[in-house]
């Protein structure tokens, strides 16, 4: 049977990559450092995942699985030096430990054989690959620096499978069960695979690969984040509750198209794909059995503030293309208004400006960081909702106006 180390037992991994891998025909070694899930899955070999959604739900038995502890060098290493393939889903600052690891698989697979290892990168960050490859490659000689271009394919995916937290009511009597919308396709980057691309369920290979990334993370993500700031704005525990709300789901659905808008003339696709992506998007929202909240959903806004992140990278991409971010600048005010909520930093402009300036790297004037302002200040006089859409629409026709 072919192998496949999946490092990572949490939500992701166990509740699509790891899934995915073993109904495409894999033994799947798990690498994690939660002592109950590796033993449960040495002992059982097998976990439920259930697909839930607003009909119902189905509980599918994941098998011809096992797992090592990271803490265990020897035993980890071994597994990866043996596999056919192998995929990471940890998380983007838990990257760095386990770099070791892999280190020293790699020098017991390569003493062993020259066949290739790609290694499928499943983290919801930037240039995943290229951050790994820096990490991997400081640990190695010049000549294992080589070895490693010749052998090693680091293939970005984009993981668009919503799994929420895990709630004891969601693990119904198996603290093993993860629960996970049905949505399973895994575009991954072609152009970065060493030999043959695998035959795994779902998986897309596409290239140029950059466009998926941004459309998962500049539609997807940032989408969802707007619609977990705005929601906790307005005191709703869930995305579907938030959703559910008319003017936030005009501010989302709108933000959304503004990305879409500016991706179809970055990358010259066709909008209209895109349009149905967004709609399908929304429906996913709305899956109220996911029990996804605002509040996990919005989690780090530092990090979604990023420069080149969710709210800014397509803020910026926008101004780019030529398309006016006003929608998208109300789910960044969101996200501000949050991290000094969360810091129990005061709330004012001044704050504002130095998150932007800081976080963002937003120059104070910058035409980002005054229409982020703008918004903020909605937020910081208690406005509502509704206020925010008009004036993010307001703002749209103003543009437009200037434009004719």
Known sequence: MKQAVMYGGGNIGRGFIGATLSQSGYEVTFIDVAEPVIQALQEKH???????????????LIEN???VSGNDQEAASEAIANCDIMATAVGARILKFIVPNIVAGLRKRWARTDVPLNIIICENLNDANKILEGMLKEQLSEEERALF??????VEASIGRMVPVQTEEM?????????????????????AFKGEVPEIQNLVPYEPFDFYIKRKLFIHNMGHATCAYLGGYVGRKYIYQAIDDPEILSIVENAMLESAMALSQKYGVELEPLMLHITDLLGRFRNA????????VGGDPARKLGAADRLIGSSLLCMEMGVMPAYIAVGAAGAVYRYLSEAGTEQSYD???????????????HALTELILQMYGLYLEGETTAMMRR????????NMREVI
């Open 171 to 191: 693990k119904d009597g198996d603290p093993m069960r993860v629960c996970v919308e049905r949505y399973g396709f895994l575009p991954v980057d072609q152009a």
């Open 149 to 154: 271009d010749a052998r090693v394919g680091l």
């Open 46 to 60: 097998c976990y439920p995942v259930r697909y839930v959604s607003g009909e119902g739900y189905e509980d599918v």
């Open 65 to 67: 699985v096992t797992a």
């Open 391 to 398: 004036y993010a629409q307001k703002i749209k026709v103003t």
């Open 289 to 296: 059995a996911l029990k996804d909240t605002c509040k996990r």
């Open 351 to 365: 704050a504002a400006k130095r998150v932007l300036r800081e976080i963002s790297c937003l120059p104070d004037g």
